[in-house]
């Protein structure tokens, strides 16, 4: 567990359209001020040296495809107090935009995404580690909904990608990166209880009363 003196940081992971989004942005609101949520998916290797018929092509749901030593140092920064400039992707196009994201250091930071438990380095700056657990069926509804309505893609690509890369690598990577959990919360922001047993923790953190 963290100590007093340095942010508490929080890893949330789970397969895609599991609801680990939900869980981190639902947690950091209920401590305004006091926490800051970080998406693994803004650190996606920026692929603009291709082109776009090489770049639909990558494997987007393998570790490689992000730059998980940058978020790793970025983590380090952020515990020792200092803020960070972390990457903004665009996934209409796989690459990275000229503009950042600032994050000043908080006394919560929470990282969430489908693979932030596969990287020791991750692992090694995370004080709970939280896999949300959700029905297959109701993660790819959610995965299509997000893709064609906030990611401009189309309904063939989801399908072929998911086919081609979003399942096999959920088989190969996300899942077996449950067992590194502290906590596995099934059916994600809609566990009530669940959020509320992680809120009590965190909220003594956040609000001096660990």
Known sequence: MSSPTRP??????GGTGSGK????HKLAASMPGRAVTIEHDAYYRDQAHLS???RVKINYDHPSSLESDLLASH???LREGQAVDIPIYDFATHTRRTETRHIEAARVVIVEGILVFTEPALREQMDIKIFVDTDSDIRLIRRIRRDLEQRGRTFQSVRDQYYQTVRPMHI???EPSKRWADLIVPEGG???VALDVLLGQLGRVAFGRD
């Open 8 to 13: 508490l940081v929080v890893g949330i992971a």
């Open 21 to 24: 989004t939900t869980v981190a």
């Open 52 to 54: 776009f018929e090489e």
């Open 75 to 77: 983590l380090r920064t």
């Open 172 to 174: 190969e990577h996300v």
């Open 190 to 192: 809609d566990n009530k």
